[in-house]
C-alpha cells in the first residue's frame, strides 16, 4: 500500500468484512453498493469512497462479488494471517479475552495469559494456563509474540509496556485508560471503555434535549 | 445544544476530560492551548475548533482554566449526574464491568447484573447480587434504570435488546458483535472488541511495509 489510509477508513473496514460475511452466510453471490448501502445503513457513495481507497473491487453495473470482496478485506485487514497474542492482566477482562473463541477464528491465538495474582498461579483459561510475570520475559524470548494485550491497572500499564517492547514487542492493544508513549515502530490500539460509556451519556444528555423539544 | 455536534468531536471530549483532570490533579491552573496540544499529541487548532462547538471557553492570550474547563466538559458530557445501569450477562466481561469502581466515580453506578447460567444464582460481584433473567422486568419497572450493557453471547443480544427498549429502557452500550436496530430515540454505544482487534492487525501489516521500505 503506497498511500497512507486514514485510520478513519480502517475503522470501517471491520464492519464491512462482517457484513460480507453474513451476506455469504446467506449464500448471496453478488451484491450493488445500493444493496449494502440500505442493509449497513451508510451511503453508497461513502462504501464506494472507502473501498476506492484499497482499488475499488466494483465493475460498474455489475456491483461486487461478495466471496472475493470478502477475502480482500480479510487480507487488507491481516485476517488471513496467524497473530500470537498474550494476554497481560489475568481478571476478569483478561479472562474474558482469552474466552473469546472468536478472535482465534480470525487467526488471533491467544498463546499466553500473565498476571501478578499468586492466587492463579495454578489456573488455566479454556485450557491457556495463567503464567507468572517473573515467567514472561523468557516465554516472550522463546515464542513469537505478535499482540500484547495490556489489561492490568492502569498504574503498572505504562512500565509493563515498556518492557513488553523492549523484549520485542510491537503491538499493544490497550485497555488500560492512559495515551502510551512508545517508540513509533510500535503499534497500539485502544479500548477505553469509560470513554465509550461518556460518549453515551453524551448521546443521553443530547437525545432527551431533542425529545423534550418535539 | 442546538446545533447537532459529530460523533467524531464527541468521541475526543472523553480524552481532553482525562488530561483536564490530570492537571487539575497536578495543580495546574491554567493552560494554552499549545501547550494543551504539545501534552495531548494533537494541533493546537484541532482543539480550539473541538471546543468552540460548545462555545470555546478560552480567553484570547490567557489560555483555559482548567478546573472551569473541566467541569464544563463534565456537563456536556452529563457526567456530573447519576446514570444507573444494569448489566445483561454476567461473564466474564460483565463481571469485568462490574469491578470496575472508576465508572462508579464518574455516576455510572451498576444496580443490576442479570444472566440465565443457574450456577451464578447466589454469586455476587462488588455486592451486586446476580439475579436470573426471569427477575429482569419487575427489576426495571420498580427502579429507574438508564443505561443496560449488553454483554451476553451475539444470538440473544437482539431479542433482549428489544425486550429492554419495551421496558422503556432509552440507553444500550453494546458489547454483542452485531448492529442493534432499534427505535430512534434509542442511543446505542457500540463496543465492538473484534474489530478493533482487525484495526490493530491491519496497522500490523502496514507498519511491517512502512519498515521493510527503510
Known amino acids: 500500500m503506497e498511500k497512507e489510509i486514514s485510520q478513519a477508513v480502517i475503522r470501517r473496514m471491520p464492519r464491512y468484512y462482517r457484513y460480507l460475511g453474513e451476506l455469504l452466510d446467506d449464500g448471496v453471490e453478488r451484491i450493488s453498493s445500493n444493496d449494502l448501502s440500505a442493509r449497513m445503513r451508510v451511503t453508497a457513495s461513502q462504501i464506494r469512497q472507502d473501498l476506492n481507497n484499497f482499488g475499488g473491487f466494483g465493475q460498474q453495473g455489475y456491483g461486487y462479488n461478495v466471496k472475493y470482496l470478502y477475502d480482500e478485506i480479510g487480507n487488507i485487514l491481516g485476517i488471513n494471517q496467524r497473530h500470537n497474542m498474550i494476554v497481560v492482566g489475568a481478571g476478569n477482562l483478561g ?12 487467526g488471533f491465538v491467544i498463546i499466553g495469559l500473565f498476571d501478578v495474582n499468586p492466587n492463579l498461579k495454578k489456573s488455566s483459561v479454556r485450557g491457556i494456563k495463567v503464567r507468572m510475570m517473573n515467567e514472561l520475559e523468557s516465554f516472550v524470548k522463546e515464542q513469537r509474540v505478535d499482540i500484547a494485550a495490556l489489561t492490568m491497572p492502569k498504574e503498572h500499564a505504562k512500565r509493563i509496556a515498556n518492557i513488553l517492547v523492549d523484549l520485542g514487542i510491537h503491538a499493544i492493544w490497550n485497555f488500560a485508560h492512559l495515551d502510551l508513549e512508545l517508540p513509533e515502530h510500535v503499534v497500539v490500539e485502544n479500548v477505553h471503555l469509560s470513554e465509550s460509556l461518556m460518549q453515551l451519556s453524551y448521546n443521553i444528555a443530547n437525545q432527551k434535549k431533542l425529545t423534550d423539544k418535539k
Chains 1, 2 share one sequence.
Open 95 to 106: 479472562q474474558a479475552l482469552a474466552n473469546y473463541v472468536n478472535f482465534e477464528k480470525r
